[in-house]
């Protein structure tokens, strides 16, 4: 489980994985009161833990909107609606399609980032709200 205890209302909490993945699912336990909190995948190369980088390092869905964001310049890229508590969130990465999916509550909302580099790329978490809380799954 990730939780922001301290920090204050800003882009300074992040969490990457240790093991590359193709897949990983996370429950959101307390989006906090805007739901600031981005669920994606990154390279761990230039990856900082104390600063924003979900418009810097990797691929992102946005829980506040569920919009879109990367390094590569998309930014508020509408794509689901509001990701709410309970909701569990996959996300899905092809390295044979250079593809991130993301499935929100068991409804497969399709192809988000196409076109993504040919390299081994990592679950992440970004929160900003201090309280906001997310479990990882599997």
Known sequence: MATKVS??????????GTIP???FKVKILNRG???????????????????CNFNKRGWYLYCADGS?????????RSFASAIMN?????VMFSRERREISFVID?????????????QDLFPTLEI???????????
């Open 7 to 16: 920090g204050g209302d800003s882009w300074n909490a992040a969490v990457i």
């Open 33 to 51: 009161y805007r739901g600031f909190i981005l669920v994606g995948m990154a390279p761990q190369q230039g990856f900082h833990p104390e600063e």
């Open 68 to 76: 879109l964001y990367s390094q590569g310049g998309i930014s508020n």
């Open 128 to 138: 900003r709200d201090n309280q906001s809380s997310v479990q990882l799954l599997a």
């Open 21 to 23: 993945n193709q897949s």
């Open 106 to 118: 068991g409804v497969n909302k399709g192809v988000a980032f196409t076109n993504l580099p040919p």
């Open 86 to 90: 309970t909701s569990v969130i996959e």
